[in-house]
């Protein structure tokens, strides 16, 4: 080929006349392949090209080198330089195939044809796997290209609490849900606020603002009103409508159950157990109402799953309660616990397929909790539980016996240090009369 420079005296003088030779190297494979271009085309098309064919070296040939990761893109781009810009877009099949055209359109400075890129990887969906390769990419190329990453520009604080605020509303039910999609909807919105409030650095963003707080407590007041609100009305119901409110009630209590998860991120776990604390004497006044004995056994076991969380929370010192109400809260709830227990068991033993058992692990975590929530009270308040837990008929769980031997180690420790004190104290008298 012919690499020599072009004589001024036979350059043509039509236009449409392809005076120019592209050659598309690829040493890697040894290969090369061969374009033909009008002059005009390649100075308008590309400052790259322009600035070879109107250097003094001007030649009728243009080397390009490529490798082989590249070569089809670099083809892509050579064969449909000649098009039109609104015929290039429709040229673009795949993310992958518009991503390495624009590095060639980027290379050979190609402006109209990496806008073309620009706009169609901009405009389509991603997979995850073309999002990585994206983000790695396109941050390489200049401003031309930054477009593209608009969708996972990192937004400002106020827009990323506004989302959120609005996520919380509906999955709060505090915004009411829009059927017939609205639960799965408001699901999706609770499973996603989960995911945002991952322990990652922008977490502090949203947990800290007064204003999510405010409208988190806002929701749980409300979540809790409509909960007491329908339990409150279940003795005066008839069998018919009993499975109707016992769902309505269920749906309250899931979404709570989804706030035991939530607040601890929020350092709001406090508030959920201070009103269950003080709402816990009315619900069992009414689930143990006569006519509640044999019936809402799902009911009762998501009561119980709640209560397990708020006595972890209490009993392993993540909410701090005074006295009188970690003392409340215990004996307001050990009683049913170990009531309930087995009679789960005997109506599952009974029932084939009855799936309201209390499982290994809320038996254990329950256990566990009650048992550091003991031993942290004060020593009459430990004495008055063991004794109602060794007269109680189920004295099988919880098993309080580790409980029992702490308190009974420090019972004695106690007398010991007071005899020594009192010791102390009559040895001093002694020595004092003496010396007098």
Aim: proline share 5%; glycine share 4%.
């Amino acid at each position: 080929m012919d690499d020599g420079k072009i004589d001024e005296s036979c350059k043509p003088r039509d236009n449409h006349i392809k005076d120019i030779t592209v050659c598309l190297r690829n040493n890697e494979q040894g290969t090369h392949k061969i374009f033909h271009f009008e002059s005009s085309i390649l100075i308008g098309k590309s400052k790259f090209f322009a600035n070879q064919l109107l250097s003094s070296n001007k030649s009728s040939c243009i080397d390009i080198h490529c490798s082989v990761y590249d070569n089809d893109h670099y083809v892509h781009l050579l064969s449909h330089l000649h098009l039109p810009a609104s015929s290039l877009v429709d040229s673009w099949k795949s993310v992958n195939s518009a991503l390495g055209v624009l590095q060639v359109a980027v290379s050979l400075q190609c402006e109209e044809i990496a806008k073309t890129c620009v706009d169609y990887l901009e405009a389509v969906p991603w997979d995850d796997r073309e999002e990585e390769e994206i983000l790695r990419i396109v941050p390489k190329l200049g401003h031309v290209a930054l477009p593209i990453l608009a969708r996972v520009k990192p937004l400002d604080p106020n827009s990323t609490k506004n989302v959120f605020l609005a996520a919380v509303r509906y999955a709060m039910s505090i915004s009411a849900p829009c059927p017939p999609f609205g639960d799965e909807i408001r699901i999706s919105a609770q499973e996603q606020i989960e995911y945002m409030l991952g322990e990652d650095q922008e977490t502090p963003l949203v947990t800290a603002d007064d204003e999510v707080k405010f409208e988190i407590r806002k929701g749980l007041s409300q979540m809790f009103s409509m909960f007491q609100k329908g339990i409150s009305s279940l003795p005066s119901l008839t069998d018919i409508s009993l499975e109707t409110s016992e769902n309505n009630i269920l749906h309250n209590l899931n979404d709570l159950d989804w706030l035991c998860n939530l607040l601890p991120k929020m350092n709001l776990m406090g508030d959920f157990v201070s009103k269950w604390v003080d709402i816990s004497s009315c619900i069992l006044i009414v689930v143990e109402h006569p006519n509640l004995e044999s019936v809402m056994w799902s009911l009762k076991l998501k009561l119980i799953e709640i209560t397990s969380k708020v006595l972890d929370a209490v009993g392993y010192g993540n909410v701090i309660l005074p006295p009188v109400c970690r003392v409340k809260l215990l004996k307001t709830w050990l009683p049913y616990i170990q009531k309930m227990k087995p009679v789960l068991d005997s109506v599952g033993n009974n029932e084939t397929g009855f799936p309201y058992r209390m499982d290994e692990d809320l038996c254990q975590g329950i256990q566990g909790a009650i048992v550091s929530l003991i031993v942290a009270f004060p020593s009459n308040d430990q004495a008055d539980i063991l004794a109602d837990w060794m007269e109680s008929e189920q004295l099988g769980y919880p098993d309080l016996t580790e409980a029992f031997e702490i308190w009974c180690y420090r019972t004695k420790s106690s007398k010991r240090r007071l005899i020594e004190g009192l010791d102390r104290v009559s040895n001093g008298s002694i020595s004092s009369d003496s010396s007098s």
